[in-house]
């Protein structure tokens, strides 16, 4: 029974201890312009501004390391003015109770304290109050941490908004439990329930169904709690940006304990312990080790139990908890009693003793038990009933009132309690789905018309893609054609000629190649002029094109001479064609341009050999043979012949 009542109120703790900051306003009455150097009052006013700020942050993102990085930044900032630096230390305590480490929070609230005596302004002593509350109650002080939560709801109740009102009722009605005045934790519950609904805060709605499933752990209803577990591990599965708290998973690993459902305590217990590691959160380390090591004394397994233990009192001192290390203490010496280690037994009872400033009274009904069970082990009877006896008195008279009350809770109440609890909640989330019903209806337009500019978006973009490409092609097409006639220019045809060239050598083939250029071109343009002379080229490079296959290329590459390429063409063909050409320039009408134009040309034509080991050697070839036909008086043809030598 102890394990189990214990197991839950530290449960308890821990949870609080992850929500035990709300959003801290200034009150109305706050001055926050004070400063200790008044010619910095503008710049001291803005930073008190944004520190009050970062206070109204929610309780998850107070915990990230991102509000760590700034408050430090900000305290290492040259002359701060007091009231600023006492806020800043105040908030970097904040930050490391809701991480656990009651250690460092009271070494910065130390810090705060002379600054926040000095400064004197109502709204940062509610600010070091507020904090302070926490701390006090991970220190053990529970009864003067109860006290000074009392007297600030007193005195922020009317001017704090209702989610931090919501976190300080519950962390009451937490101490309350602790001093296990249950009717009083009770009514503190409900109240905090009313904040959590009409907040519409859904880490506040969470730790509320937490909070609720370990009231019916207290309650002895272990079904229901699990439920109400399993609803608030729910709840931050839904929301992971608003509620982070990974004890929920903790809380209902040792649940499933108490019912007996050890694999699955054991599974949450583990999957608690993971998420603790991955963010560092030692004082939830050392719950679940506890749970772990609940789990194993539960199942006989005392040893393990015992270095679960271990494990979590040293944890436990790293960060200066110092509440629940009477509890370790108790856990040892039952799990020591059941091993039959008597001696180990009574030493850890004294320990849990001395841990502990003031033991609860339910507590020293249990340190009672303990004795009484040890004494019994060792034959010691007539001890073990007087203690017996003692324990018995203990409880009755520390808990009558309580249970009492608890008791008149009949079965029906309680389901009646539930019932309406469900009622408001489904209440509220059918309110929250509507309003998001709303607000998607209003993204979905967004959304829509965000869609459709995309699509308009999307389509210009091709469009101009589309552009672009037919621009480049026709840049690349006028980078590689002559602009009078049309036809490839000299870089063109020359790759094109490369290209055949390779073509042939691979495949063993042949080619032929023309050069040609149009004789006494230069008189044709001093005499009729440029106009003509171009007229006259254009008609000359009609004739060529329809006179050539569909295969072959011609190519303009100076301003009166061509190229043209055979493919799959012997020598013999080629003079053909050649001669067939200047046949037809020597009859073509040229009249129509200019009376009294003639033309004839001149043709070097060769082709291809296994001998010629580069392109240029062909081209040279051509280019002396044309050489040799205007040498030689001029329209005509001038070709290799097939044993190599020159031929008209």
């Known amino acids: 029974m102890y394990i189990y009542r214990k197991c839950i109120q530290f449960v308890f703790l821990c949870l609080l201890s992850c929500n ?17 150097h008044p010619s910095s009052n503008i710049n001291s006013s803005a930073l008190q501004k944004q520190l009050y700020g970062m206070a109204n942050l929610s309780v998850p993102e107070r915990q990230q390391e ?78 003067k941490a109860l006290s000074e939560s009392e007297n600030l709801y007193e005195d922020v109740k009317d001017t704090w908004g209702l989610n931090k009102l919501g ?31 009409e907040s519409n805060d859904p880490y506040l709605i969470s730790e509320t169904y937490n909070v609720f499933g370990i009231l019916y ?14 609803k608030a591990v729910e709840v ?16 209902l690993g040792d649940s499933y304990r108490i019912n007996k459902q050890y694999d699955k305590a054991l599974e949450f217990a583990h999957k608690a312990r993971r998420l603790s590691i991955q963010e560092n959160d030692i004082p939830l380390q050392a719950f679940t080790h ?23 009192k040293q944890l436990q001192e790293q960060v200066g908890e110092k509440l629940f290390g009477y509890e370790l203490q108790t ?100 309110q929250i789905s509507s309003k998001f019903v709303e607000q998607y209806k209003e993204y979905s337009v967004w959304l829509i018309t965000l869609v459709i500019l995309m699509l308009l978006l999307l389509l210009i973009c091709c469009w101009l893609i589309f552009k672009y490409r037919r621009v480049a092609r026709q840049n690349e097409e006028m980078a590689l054609t002559d602009n009078l006639t049309h036809l490839p220019n000299r870089r063109q045809v020359f790759r094109k000629l490369d290209n055949e060239h390779q073509r042939t050598a691979l495949d063993k083939t042949v080619y032929s190649l023309i050069i040609f250029d149009i004789d006494h071109f230069k008189t044709i343009n001093d005499r009729f002029g440029h106009r003509i002379g171009d007229k006259v080229i254009n008609r000359l490079a009609s004739i060529t094109r329809h006179t050539l296959r569909d295969n072959d290329t011609i190519g303009r590459i100076s301003g009166e001479e061509f ?55 062909v081209i040279n070839r051509a280019d002396r043979l044309l050489y040799k036909a205007k040498k030689e008086g001029r329209n005509r043809v001038v070709s290799t012949s097939i044993n190599g030598t020159s031929e008209d």
Do not use: C, W
């Open 236 to 251: 931050m599965e839904k929301h992971p940006a608003l509620v982070s708290n990974i004890y929920f998973y903790a809380n």
């Open 217 to 230: 752990n207290f309650l002895n209803d272990t079904q229901s709690a699990i439920m109400y577990f399993e």
């Open 20 to 36: 035990a900051f709300a959003f801290i306003i200034p009150d109305k009455a706050a001055s926050p312009s004070f400063s200790a």
């Open 331 to 430: 856990d040892f010496a039952y799990a020591y009693l059941k091993l039959g280690e008597l001696d180990r037994a009574e030493q850890h009872i004294e320990y849990a003793i001395e841990e502990a400033e003031k033991v609860a009274a339910l507590d020293d009904f249990y340190l009672k038990k303990l004795r009484a069970d040890i004494s019994a082990q060792r034959g010691q009877y007539e001890q073990a009933f007087t203690l017996l006896d003692d324990s018995f008195k203990t409880y009755r008279d520390a808990f009558n009132d309580n249970l009492t009350y608890v008791s008149n809770l009949s079965r029906e109440q309680l389901d009646q309690e539930r019932l309406s609890f469900e009622n408001k909640l489904l209440e509220k989330e059918n």
């Open 66 to 143: 991102a509000f760590y990085l700034k408050i430090t930044n900000l305290l290492n900032k040259p002359d701060l003015d007091n009231h600023s630096e006492a806020l800043a230390n105040i908030l970097m305590a904040n930050y490391h109770i809701l991480n656990g480490d009651a250690l460092r929070a009271r070494e910065f609230l130390s810090i705060a304290q002379p600054l926040v005596q000095d400064v004197d302004e109502l709204s940062l002593n509610r600010q070091y109050q507020y904090v302070n509350i926490f701390v006090l109650r991970s220190e053990g002080d529970i009864e």
């Open 167 to 197: 976190d300080l009722i519950l962390e009451r009605a937490y101490i309350t439990s602790l001093l296990s005045r249950y009717k009083e934790a009770i009514k503190l519950l409900d109240l905090a329930l009313d904040y959590a609904l």
């Open 290 to 312: 506890q749970v772990e090591a609940r789990i194993n004394t539960d199942t006989e397994n005392y040893a393990a139990a015992i270095e679960q233990l271990q494990k979590a």
């Open 563 to 617: 190229l043209i390429i055979l493919p799959d063409t012997n020598i013999s063909d080629a003079i053909q064609i050649a001669n067939r050409l200047n046949e037809q320039f020597a009859n073509a009408d040229f009249e129509s341009l200019a009376e009294g134009i003639h033309l004839t040309a001149s043709f070097g034509v060769t082709e291809y050999t296994p001998d010629d080991e580069n392109l240029d050697m």
